[in-house]
């Protein structure tokens, strides 16, 4: 007999994490290299579970046994009747890990048994989901209430509250946990009839009923996120279980006459509605979920049946702030609809405007950017023709966008404002002038990038309307530039915002990081729940996060605008008039930034024609009049690496 048999059981039981995953990776090897004595490891999983004093010994043993059930066929029924027993008492656990673990095994009971361990299981664990839907606040102690509060509100020194009204507070308190902190044992059933679903897989056919469903539909609706998430996952599993029969996901026979299929459109609109949910976490399950129904229903039914509802919200998450979310929507997109995208778009572009349109309004600050990215890209990739009825609605819809407190919301309605121009100039013509003051705006922003899509913008519309509007634009770029002479001498004394990049699209203030500030503060638990930027409904909206700008950013800007408009041809003439100013502008050095103001020049004169082809005119001056052969040993001389250069514009005989 092995000495170390039993190591791995010892291990399952310790305090330590790493130790318990070390004692499960140890009877992993031993079921691979074939276990003697299978009586024994099953006794010595019962005493771990039984154990009543240590819930880590009660947490290993569940795991331990999921693996034993997924892997030896020849686990006894007496093991297999106690583990079903022990799981129904062990859901209800006051410590969260052994309950996913009682979920976990009780999907594998399901993999192993079917449908008869889903029967043993399931008046308890949905009657314990239904049970534990709603909490009060009034079930947490005094000591908890209090904790919450002091961890939750801000406190003063100097003012003692604990005899006022607290109403108030509770309702934030309540509000901050129902949205993020866990349901305890909601959470914990919804993952064991998730885990149960997934091990039935099509033989829980017969248990998916119009009672099952609105309570899945409930779940997904549910205040706090971690069970909305949760409830996403399961729906996904249901819908994989009912209609797919393999992981191919080909359809079963007679899917018309499914559930899923019955309560088609009912499915989808729970699904747009994760879809568009606040928190990325659960935009992600109903993303898979999504993947699930749409790419099992690949008939021309379904797809006139669901498109025109889901195919906006799909469409606009591939271009969401989290890069899971993201990248698992591109995938998404090109699954569902491969090389028909556009037409596909062009069909249903009536729901797109719609969608999108109600998306600007949304209140997270990335969902509003998103929907502008996805405006723009109408603008860009559908026909003018299908896009001209709505083309005011959309201006209007991005002219509010304009004012938001979210800078990039705002860089992103700027750039999407310039492409509708180009594609439709005279239907933007009537909102041309409240457009030129927006631009010239943005290209003051005290953010770089909004600058340059200012700049993009403003080049498209001398582009577009000639000679008049660049009239306009120059003088404010000569306007812009002789303002360098009025800069302070320290632009920071004069500015309350931090040049540091911003966090969750949030301006920081120069002051934002002294300790007062942050003592005995409200505190957050994620990006979610950070100040909430607002949307641009009226032209006040902005100020909150936004600082007059200095005179260097606006010269920065118009340093910007003078590369775009010197690549359109018509106005080669007009700029180089506006070069000696650019160089005016930088003979101020009196403020700190004006490193940043000069980095701009050479980043764009390098970028520029005009720049490009002075420079080779010089060079051709200097062979002329120096020598070839001169000029080449002096360029030589200073950097070898610039040979190359020179003799691609000069050629020495």
């Known amino acids: 007999m092995d000495p170390n048999r039993d190591q791995w059981c010892t291990l399952l039981s310790s305090h330590n994490k790493l130790d318990r995953d070390k004692g499960l990776s140890q009877l992993t090897d031993q079921i691979n290299l074939g276990l003697n004595d299978i009586t024994h490891v099953e006794n010595s999983l019962i005493t771990l579970i039984q154990a009543t004093d240590r819930w880590e010994s009660c947490q290993g043993g569940l795991l331990a ?19 079903q027993d022990s799981c129904t008492h062990l859901l209800q656990h006051s410590e969260a890990r052994v309950r996913f673990a009682a979920g976990e095994v009780a999907g594998a009971l399901c993999k192993r048994l079917g449908h008869v361990a889903y029967q043993h299981f399931q008046h308890g664990v949905l009657q314990s989901i239904r049970d534990n839907m709603e909490r009060s606040m009034e079930l947490l102690d005094a000591l908890a209430m209090q904790q919450l509060k002091d961890k939750m509100l801000p406190k003063s ?12 507070d509770d309702n934030l308190i309540s509000k901050i946990l129902h949205d993020t902190a866990g349901w305890q044992s909601l959470e914990t059933g919804m993952q064991c009839l998730e885990c149960m679903i997934d091990g039935c897989g099509k033989k829980f056919h017969p248990y998916i009923n119009n009672e099952l469903l609105e309570l899945l539909f409930e779940t997904t609706k549910h205040t706090n996120r971690c069970v909305r998430e949760i409830g996403f996952r399961t729906l996904g599993v249901l819908i994989k279980s009912e209609l797919g029969s393999n992981e191919k996901g080909t359809l079963q026979p007679g899917y018309k006459e499914t559930k899923c299929w019955e309560k088609g459109t009912q499915f989808v609109d729970v699904l747009v509605a994760g879809l568009s949910d606040n928190w990325s976490q659960v935009r992600l399950a109903a993303s898979i979920a999504t993947r699930q129904m749409l790419t099992i229903l690949t008939d021309v039914d379904a797809s006139k049946r669901y498109f025109p509802s889901i195919l906006p919200p799909m469409c606009l998450n591939r271009y969401y702030i989290a890069e899971g979310v993201r990248n698992y929507s591109q995938e998404n997109w090109r699954l569902t609809v491969g090389p028909d995208g556009r037409n596909l778009v062009e069909s249903y572009v009536a729901d797109f405007v719609k969608f999108y349109v109600q998306q600007t309004n949304a209140d997270n600050h990335a969902v509003r950017e998103a929907a502008c990215v996805c405006i723009a890209e109408l603008g860009q990739k559908i026909s003018p023709e299908c896009l001209h009825p709505f083309v005011q609605q959309l201006i209007a819809t991005l002219l509010v966008c304009f004012k938001d407190q979210s800078w990039p919301v705002r860089d992103a309605a700027c ?13 933007c013509r009537p909102s041309l002038s409240e457009l030129h003051d927006l631009f010239v705006k943005n290209l003051s922003d005290s953010i770089q990038s909004v600058r340059q899509g200012a700049a993009i913008s403003l080049a498209k519309v001398a582009e577009v309307y000639g000679n008049d509007e660049y009239i306009v634009i120059e003088k404010t770029i000569i306007q812009g530039l002789a303002k360098m002479k ?42 979610s729940l950070a100040p909430k930027l607002g949307k641009g409904d009226t032209e006040n909206e902005m100020s909150k996060f936004y600082k007059q700008p200095e005179p260097w950013e606006l010269a920065d800007g118009c340093v910007h605008l003078i590369a775009e408009l010197s690549r359109v041809s018509t106005f080669h003439t007009n700029i180089s008039k506006l070069l000696p100013a650019i160089a005016e502008a930088g003979r101020y050095k009196q403020y700190s930034q004006h490193v940043f103001f000069y980095e701009t020049i050479c980043k764009q004169s390098s970028e520029c024609s005009l720049t490009s082809h002075a420079a080779r005119e010089c060079l051709q001056f200097f062979s002329k009049n120096f020598g070839p052969k001169i000029l080449r040993g002096r360029v030589e001389e200073f950097n070898p690496n610039y040979v190359s250069l020179l003799d691609s514009v000069i050629r020495v005989a």
């Open 486 to 527: 009025d800069q302070p001498a320290d632009a920071k004394r004069y500015s309350s915002m931090d040049p540091s990049p911003a966090v969750y699209s949030v301006a920081k203030r120069i002051r934002d990081n002294e300790a007062d500030l942050h003592t005995n503060r409200m505190t957050y638990s994620c990006g």
């Open 157 to 168: 020194p100097d003012k003692d509250t604990k005899n006022e009204p607290q109403s108030k």
């Open 65 to 83: 046994s999921k693996l034993l059930l997924l892997h030896i066929p020849q686990c006894s029924q007496d093991f297999i009747g106690h583990l």
């Open 415 to 427: 750039l999407a404002c310039g492409n509708f121009i180009s594609c439709f100039p005279e239907p």
